[in-house]
């Protein structure tokens, strides 16, 4: 298990591409969490702790890939039919119990495990049946039908490598090697609270000033989204000590403190303060819209991610920085959600040297092919916008314009949320 090494967040300030903030992040974040053994049934999201090895063939012997009749080549004839005697039947789990003999066709039947000497299968549709006989038609290619040992997984072949999140055909390919328990790294521990005396809890009665707290219930739905236990600190008020209190009682029992908004240099915000007298925070000044200086810390040795106050710069800004953030604490090594390309259905005008998204949902033009349809408002507090849409458009640092037509990155919310 990892430790996260002292100012392990130390960063100068200047403006940083989004790609280097994430190459800083892989280089200085490790696991820091222990494995545990579950049983295969419960390994399906969580992170490999170690390499899976397969320990034998799958499958394990020749088999047929079809319902019909294995027989010699050799006893084929060459330019017309051939008429054997059907002496045998193979099903899958029960292998024919006698040795095998010249000019016979066996009846067999889809993963039944091939005897020794026939090398070739002919599927039943292809067959003519006479009574006791088969009529074989001129033409299939010797071992035609046959699967071989090890076709889908050789003894020794590694299935899965430690850091890989599990999906369920991992799960699979590790039953099918007779794997019944998985090492993986325990769950990252997370918790999460807000800060305002103007938030209230839903539910909760809202006087006039104050707000309904969706942030924290978004990034709770987000972390729980990648695996994380979540314990949910609730809404502290503007009180320094308040705020200690709870992040020093909250540091020993978690592996990472998220918040949204607080941390500026606002009177009331004082989240910044209680962070620095119990550990360290920079803010990470990121060429990004939307979403402004996120930031990270520690607190004790326990990762802090302060995310912007606004609900669409929260969630961009999660996606982008803290769930890698997590991922990595977790264990996970593949952390950069993949982009799709699509084609722009609308304009778009932006700051070189920045990276933008818009949100968009895609629709399909009358052809049928996809296209990316920008939301109508780019407000950073509009988070009805992240509800009407299904993802990103990722504009780089070096465009300056988006035409329509053109084609662009397409960043999932299905690909972020998990």
């Known amino acids: 298990m990892a430790q996260l090494k002292d100012d392990c967040f130390a960063f100068d300030g200047q403006l940083m591409p989004l790609a280097d903030a994430l190459a800083v992040l892989a280089d200085r974040l490790g696991p820091v969490t222990g494995t545990e053994e579950v049983p295969l049934r419960r390994g399906l999201d969580r992170i490999l702790g170690e390499d899976v090895i397969a320990e034998r063939d799958v499958p394990p012997h020749d088999n047929s890939a079809v319902d019909g009749y294995a027989v010699f080549f050799d006893d084929l004839e060459a330019d017309g039919e051939t008429r054997l005697a059907v002496t045998g039947r193979l099903a899958a789990g029960h292998p024919l119990d006698r040795a095998t003999r010249r000019g016979e066709a066996l009846r067999i039947f889809t993963g039944a495990p091939m005897p020794d000497g026939p090398d070739t299968i002919f599927m039943e ?241 009358g052809k049928g092919e996809p296209v990316a349809m920008k939301y109508r408002s780019a407000g950073a507090g509009i988070l009805t916008s992240m509800v009407e849409a299904d993802g990103l458009v990722e504009l780089p640092e070096d465009m300056s314009g988006l035409a329509k037509g053109a084609t662009v990155d397409f960043l999932p919310f299905s690909e972020v949320m998990r």
């Open 125 to 365: 549709e292809d067959c003519r049946a006479e009574g006791d006989y088969v009529v074989l038609p001129a033409g299939l290619a010797r071992g035609a039908n046959r699967r071989k040992a090890g076709e889908d997984i050789t003894a020794g072949t590694t299935i899965a490598r430690a850091g890989h999140r599990l999906r369920p055909q991992e799960i699979g390919a590790a039953a099918s090697v007779g794997r019944s328990r998985l090492v993986v790294y325990r769950r990252l521990r997370a918790a999460v609270f807000s800060t305002g005396d103007e938030v209230r809890d839903p539910g909760q009665g809202a006087p006039d000033g104050c707000i309904f707290d969706a942030n924290r219930y978004t990034v709770m739905g987000l972390l729980e989204g990648l695996g994380c236990e979540v314990t949910d600190l609730g809404i502290l008020p503007d009180d320094l000590d308040a705020i200690g209190g709870a992040l020093d009682a909250a540091a020993g029992g978690h592996d990472l403190l998220i918040t949204s908004g607080g941390v500026s240099a606002g009177e009331e915000d004082h989240v910044k303060d209680a962070v620095e007298a119990l550990g360290q925070i920079h803010f990470w000044r990121l060429a990004i819209k939307p979403g402004r200086p996120i930031a990270l810390g520690q607190v004790g040795e326990t990762t802090f991610v302060g995310l912007p106050g606004n609900p669409v710069a929260a969630m961009v800004t999660f996606m982008v920085i803290a769930r890698p953030v997590a991922l990595l604490l977790a264990g996970c090594t593949d952390v950069v959600a993949p982009r799709f390309p699509v084609r722009s259905g609308f304009d778009y005008h932006k700051k070189q040297g920045r990276r933008e998204w818009a949100r968009v949902r895609i629709e399909t033009d």
